[in-house]
């Protein structure tokens, strides 16, 4: 697509400023003589109040600031477009779900949730999923995370779920995790999360990239079609090149080796062509279906598994520009669940309900005026013109006498659209009921999801799931929360709760005391909102589990390879051709910095230096030959250690030649049969082994490699 095709694109042109060839100005456009020095009473002497220049650039500076998010603070952001493949037409009249020609301009921004700004992106975490399409009809948001369900049923739960899991309010520890004392006294409360917090143990919430997760909508939305018909409907993203994650041992590494990883890596993908892609699907479900199922559609903590529900594939995302400038476009986005267009409506899922109002009122106090709409990344491609007046940081100057409606004065305008003109009108549900303060029993299932979730996961999958509990309620420090949450994974999963509890050398309770699901009201009857018993109405959900992902493509993948002067020419070209083939990265990583040599006497610029580098940033490693290469290499305990830790990681590491003299130095000498550790094999073989993501067949062994 051609940059200047995109709506949006253009729009936020007219609001780029470029410094380039242009002289420093002070803000009014006074050309500036010296930026370095303050106005004083000679060279040595006290600074004058009279220096408007030094006053107004340490004013800006103090100002710099906004509130961060209170949740979802540290966030990375691209520009894109969304095409639909296949119209909706029958359930949904929204231009965006109906017509094929479009290609609708999108932000889409990605994000942890319980860390601050500057926090490390491989938290062990919720991701973010935000995207905003600027359509024809109006913006409209959908505002989900890289899991299909929610902790909590109702709003008036959030702020006690986020203070739960943010850092204890008297020491503020800790930073970006939920591995401590406060989150685990809550969610052992209230048993509605369990669903939520397995998925969180699960390796979706340390996803190799933000290019390789999945995307929710969460909720249940309404389509409505032309004729006024409504159909549910849950939204679904799943990214082109499959979903990965990397392990829990990465990602405390990563989070010191470089704690932009995330960040970096959805920057320079974009910044190199390779632009991240995902497709986007629908589950429809007929309004009679809506009792059909085992739990609730109304409930966020349940997802409807797609053996249940197909996904039908509708349409693909494609992200192609990085932001100009972070803050005007990252920071300053304002997603709001509430933007939706004719043809999309909510349904009474109270999560969703009291989001509707909670985003408008953050950006409030995050943006500081009701104007926000006005900064460039929210503008939406259409115009809008409406009564709303004046505030903070009014940006336009509305014309004419009228702010109101009706009006003669102003002609009747802005005026009125009908229904069949494009007018939004919500969708007529017909209500009867009372005015009650509960929660609906059928919410009250909270066992029998995690438990189909934990049973989905492969064997490699489910021991990460152990070794995350384990890893989190050991950082408890009150052993009868911990109990308390042994006994709540031992109605999920006896086995899992066997393998925790021996981990951590606690035993599991016979009975906890009642009640388990404190999340009700004073008044409520405890035993009426006790969680049900566990049942088993799909054995098995495919989706589920990533051992189902795609593992077919290696683009954009990072292959380390070692190398010092004399590594063996023929080796290398032969492999990085292979590799540049696949649309991954070769990154030459030497004793130091500068250049290498190849034995034909070529030299190399190398991308990073040992010393400045991780295993654990690189997704395979290769050793090519070359006897003075391999011989410097062999000194370097550090290219030991490198090797040695991919080989922990599960990573496919090919040598050839005299590169096995170095796999010889490491734990690798063991793993000569393993599938993903290849001696003089071929580039394809290399290539099929890294398109895998890992070989988790090796797991067991390499638990003991200390490293
Ligand atoms: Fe959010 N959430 N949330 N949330 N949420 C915010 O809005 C809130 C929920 C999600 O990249 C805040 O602009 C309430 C579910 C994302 O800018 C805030 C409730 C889902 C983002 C807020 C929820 C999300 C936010 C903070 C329970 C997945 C980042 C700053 C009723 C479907 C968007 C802001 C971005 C951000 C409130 C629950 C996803 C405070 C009250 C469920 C991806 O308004």
Request: hydrophobic content about 35%.
């Amino acid at each position: 697509m051609e940059k200047s095709e995109n709506d949006k694109i253009k729009r936020l042109k007219r609001h780029t400023v470029d410094g380039e060839n242009q002289p420093l100005t002070t803000r009014q456009g006074l050309k500036v003589n010296d930026t370095n020095n303050s106005l004083k009473s000679g060279s040595r002497g006290a600074s004058l109040l009279e220096d408007f220049i030094l006053r107004e650039k340490i004013t800006s500076f103090d100002h710099e600031r906004i509130p961060e998010r209170i949740v979802h603070a540290r966030g990375s952001g691209a520009h894109g477009y969304f095409e639909l493949t296949e119209s909706i037409e029958q359930f949904s009249k929204a231009g965006i779900l109906t017509d094929t020609n479009r290609k609708t301009p999108v932000f889409a921004r990605f994000s942890t949730v319980a860390g601050s700004k500057g926090s490390t992106d491989l938290a062990r975490d919720v991701r973010g999923f935000a995207v905003k399409f600027y359509t024809q009809e109006g913006t409209w948001d959908l505002v989900g995370n890289n899991m299909p369900i929610f902790f909590i049923q109702d709003a008036m739960k959030f702020p006690d779920l986020v203070h739960s899991v943010k850092p204890e309010p008297n020491k503020e520890i800790p930073q970006a995790a939920s591995a401590h004392d406060t989150f685990y006294d809550f969610v052992s409360l209230a048993t509605e999360t369990l669903h939520n917090q397995i998925w969180v143990m699960s390796d979706r919430a340390i996803p190799r990239s933000l290019r390789m997760m999945e995307g929710f909508g969460i909720h249940t939305y309404r389509l409505i079609n032309k004729s006024g018909e409504s159909h549910f409907v849950r939204f679904h993203w799943k990214p082109v090149l499959g979903v990965h994650s990397v392990t829990w041992d990465e990602a405390v590494k990563i989070s010191g080796a470089d704690s932009d990883f995330h960040r970096r890596d959805l920057w320079d993908a974009i910044d190199s062509g390779e632009f991240p892609q995902w497709e986007f699907g629908v589950q429809i479900i007929p309004e009679e279906d809506e009792h059909k199922f085992e739990f609730d559609l109304l409930d966020p903590t349940k997802l409807i598994p797609e053996e249940m529900v197909p996904v039908k594939i509708i349409g693909k995302m494609t992200l192609n520009r990085n932001p100009e400038n972070f803050f005007a476009e990252t920071e300053q986005v304002a997603f709001l669940p509430g933007n939706i267009v004719p043809g999309i409506d909510f349904s009474n899922d109270p999560l969703l309900q009291g989001r509707l109002f909670s985003y408008r009122d953050t950006q409030l106090s995050r943006l500081g005026s009701p104007n926000f709409h006005q900064i460039p990344i929210n503008q939406p491609v259409v115009d809008a013109h409406h009564n709303q007046r004046d505030g903070q940081m009014q940006m336009n100057i509305p014309k004419g006498q009228t702010a109101y409606f009706p009006n003669t004065l102003g002609g009747g305008c802005p005026f009125l659209s009908k229904i069949s003109e494009g007018g939004f009108s919500s969708y007529e549900e017909r209500i009867d009921a009372k005015k009650i303060r509960t929660r609906s029993k059928s919410f009250s299932d909270h066992f029998s999801q995690p438990a189909l979730f934990y049973r989905s996961l492969a064997p490699w999958e489910q021991k990460h799931v152990a070794d995350a509990y384990s890893f989190e309620l050991g950082k408890c420090t009150h052993t009868h929360i911990v109990q308390r949450m042994l006994w709540l994974i031992q109605q999920i999963d006896e086995d899992l709760a066997e393998t925790v509890s021996a981990n951590l050398g606690i035993a599991i309770p016979e009975s906890i005391e009642q009640p388990i699901n404190q999340a009700i009201g004073a008044d409520s009857n405890v035993e009426d909102f006790q969680p049900g018993p566990k049942i088993n109405y799909l054995d098995k959900s495919a989706a589920l589990s990533q051992a189902n992902t795609k593992f077919k493509s290696i683009a954009t993948r990072q292959i380390a390879v070692l190398v010092s002067d004399g590594f063996s020419e023929s080796d290398f070209s032969d492999m990085k051709s292979a590799i540049q083939k696949e649309k991954a990265q070769i990154k030459l990583i030497a004793p130091t910095g500068g250049t290498v040599k190849s034995d034909s006497n070529k030299e190399y610029k190398i991308d990073a230096s040992i010393t400045t580098t991780e295993s654990v940033l690189y997704d395979a490693v290769y050793i090519p030959g070359g006897n003075k290469s391999v011989n410097e290499l062999i000194k370097h305990a550090k290219f030991i250690k490198f090797i040695n830790e991919a080989l922990k990681h599960c990573k496919a590491i090919a040598v050839d030649n005299e590169g096995e003299q170095l796999l010889d130095r490491t734990f690798g000498k063991d793993f000569k049969a393993d599938k993903a550790v290849l001696i003089n094999g071929t580039t394809k073989e290399f290539i099929e082994a890294i398109a895998k993501h890992r070989n988790w067949d090796r797991m067991d062994k390499v638990d003991n490699i200390p490293v």
